[in-house]
Structures are given as C-alpha cells and as structure tokens.
C-alpha cells in the first residue's frame, strides 16, 4: 500500500473509529448492565461508578478520534503544520490525561492489571501528545517565518 493509500485507509479507519465509538457509548448503559449481569457481580455492584468512569473515558476517546479525524485532514490537503494540529494535540493529551485519572479513580473500587496498564498507556499517550504539540508550535512557527521569507 503506497503512501496516499496508507492515508486514506487511516481516514476511514478513524471515520468508523468515530462512529462506532458514538454507538458504544450510546449503548453503554445498556451494554454494562448486561455485562454486569452476565459476566462479573462486581460491575453490577458498582454499576454507577462503573458508568461514570466508562462514560467519562469514552467521550474523551471520541474527542481524540475526532482530533485525530482532524489532522489527517491537514495530512489529506498537504498542510500539516498548522495551528489547528498543534491545538488538536493539545487537547488529545489532555483528554489523555482524563482518562487516565478516570482509571485511577476506578483502581479503588474494582483493581485489574487491565485498569494499571490503561492508567499508564493514558498517562504516557498524554505525555507524548504534549510534548509533540510543543515541537509542532514550533514547526509552525517555522514555517510562517519561511512563508514570510518567500
């Protein structure tokens, strides 16, 4: 697959992303009473916070698939250093960092390894976001200077 095929089949890949992420958080409550009842009394018996954190992370999974919706644009059009990406990825590792806060508050109710990895993929997808929202300030700054040049 050559470049520009790579970058379409990442736009429809987060376009389904997108969707479908809307479609999961419509139906969680639905989704994880069932599961409550099905699969695990522990999620039945703190359905409420169990919701909370899962409705919490899930908007804020949706708004980084949104961003990232966002940026592949610029990459579509050949204008990736712009103020917009570099807001998006601000705002990626913050909803980055909310979800890993949402995780922490759910490692005292109902610990898995599952919930410490999430917690620290979150914290470190944070992190990135906002150090590569830094070097893409900078790009940009870059490039108006050397658009101002020509």
């Given at each position: 697959?050559n470049?520009?095929?790579m970058?379409?089949?990442t736009?429809?890949?987060l376009?389904?992303?997108f969707?479908?992420?809307i479609?999961?958080?419509?139906s969680?409550p639905?989704t994880?009473k069932?599961?409550?009842?099905?699969?695990?009394?522990?999620?039945?018996?703190?359905y409420?916070?169990?919701l909370?954190?899962?409705?919490?992370?899930?908007?804020?999974?949706i708004?980084i698939?949104y961003?990232?919706?966002k940026?592949i644009r610029?990459?579509?059009?050949?204008?990736c250093?712009?103020?917009?990406?570099?807001?998006?990825?601000?705002?990626?590792?913050k909803?980055?960092?909310?979800?890993?806060?949402?995780f922490?508050?759910?490692v005292?109710?109902?610990?898995?390894?599952a919930?410490?990895?999430?917690?620290?993929?979150?914290?470190?997808?944070?992190?990135?976001?906002?150090v590569?929202?830094?070097?893409f300030?900078?790009a940009v700054q870059y490039?108006?200077?050397?658009?101002?040049?020509?």
């Amino acid at each position: 697959m050559n470049k520009n095929g790579m970058v379409v089949f990442t736009k429809y890949l987060l376009d389904v992303m997108f969707y479908s992420g809307i479609l999961v958080e419509a139906s969680l409550p639905v989704t994880l009473k069932m599961a409550g009842k099905y699969f695990s009394q522990d999620i039945a018996s703190n359905y409420i916070l169990m919701l909370a954190v899962f409705l919490v992370s899930g908007v804020c999974g949706i708004m980084i698939v949104y961003q990232l919706r966002k940026m592949i644009r610029t990459v579509i059009s050949q204008d990736c250093f712009v103020d917009g990406n570099t807001n998006s990825l601000r705002m990626m590792g913050k909803a980055a960092f909310v979800i890993a806060a949402a995780f922490i508050v759910k490692v005292f109710v109902l610990p898995t390894p599952a919930t410490f990895v999430i917690i620290l993929t979150f914290f470190i997808a944070g992190l990135f976001s906002h150090v590569l929202s830094l070097v893409f300030a900078e790009a940009v700054q870059y490039k108006e200077e050397n658009d101002l040049t020509i």
